[in-house]
């Protein structure tokens, strides 16, 4: 079992940026598929990007392909967020796949609490 906890979230300006972190312990995460997903009031959780276990694959969702990036290192998987804009305004979370690199929230084995990130305009 892997605990994950983000970091890196706060207040920002429209078209400024922040890069979130997420710590893993307990197990390795190069033995997983890793995602950051979020959710805005009132929203349902969506997709924001993923990452294969090897670092390989990569994929966002339209709105934010272009201004935000996923990278991981050895125990840290980042998301790289610029242009920054008010509707980008969300809990962001991480998580875990054990199967498979994915879009899909159900695929996903493990979840950290999330951290809140705001973009005033």
């Known amino acids: 079992q892997v605990q994950l906890v983000e970091s890196g979230g706060g207040l920002v300006q429209t078209g400024g940026s922040l890069r979130l972190s997420c710590a893993a312990s307990?197990?390795?995460?190069?033995?997983?598929?890793m995602g950051w997903f979020r959710q805005a009031p009132g929203k349902e959780r969506e997709f924001v990007a993923a990452?294969?276990?090897?670092?390989?694959s990569t994929y966002y969702a339209a709105s934010v392909k272009g201004r935000f990036t996923i990278s991981r290192g050895s125990a840290t998987v980042y998301l790289q967020m610029n242009s920054l804009t008010p509707e980008d305004t969300a809990i962001y979370y991480c998580?875990?796949?054990?199967?498979?690199?994915?879009?899909?929230?159900?695929?996903?084995?493990?979840w950290g609490q999330g951290t809140q990130v705001t973009v005033s305009s």
């Open positions: 307990g197990r390795p995460l190069s033995s997983y598929h």
């Open positions: 998580a875990a796949a054990r199967n498979t690199v994915t879009t899909a929230i159900g695929e996903y084995d493990y």
């Open positions: 990452l294969s276990w090897n670092g390989i």
